[in-house]
Nanobody
Framework: QVQLVESGGGLVQAGGSLRLSCAASARTFTNYAMGWFRQSPGKEREFVAAISYSGYNTYYQDSVKGRCTISRDNAKNTVYLQMNSLKPEDTAVYSC?????????WGQGTQVTVSS
């Protein structure tokens, strides 16, 4: 069982920045690929970014490429999402995901609101 706790969300003006953090309880954190997803009211959850076990490979949704950076600190069991040049359409609940094989764990999410 892996517990994920997100933090760092909040209210920011368009063009601003936020850094989301996700702390994982897993003793074998490096066994999991980590990702960020988001969900806006009335919409399905969508992929934002992911990072491989080692951190060498990263993947992004096209709409956030160049504005967001995912990273992980395996010594701290933490994954980050740095978001810059935020837009109102980035407003959503952002959730952390730990993935290994057919198993996925999810955090509760943190609200990000971008005002215009």
């Amino acid at each position: 069982q892996v517990q994920l706790v997100e933090s760092g969300g909040g209210l920011v003006q368009a063009g601003g920045s936020l850094r989301l953090s996700c702390a994982a309880s897993a003793r074998t954190f490096t066994n999991y690929a980590m990702g960020w997803f988001r969900q806006s009211p009335g919409k399905e959850r969508e992929f934002v970014a992911a990072i491989s076990y080692s951190g060498y490979n990263t993947y992004y949704q096209d709409s956030v490429k160049g504005r967001c950076t995912i990273s992980r600190d395996n010594a701290k069991n933490t994954v980050y999402l740095q978001m810059n040049s935020l837009k109102p359409e980035d407003t959503a609940v952002y959730s952390c995901n730990a993935h290994r094989g057919v198993t996925d764990y999810w955090g509760q999410g943190t609200q990000v609101t971008v005002s215009s």
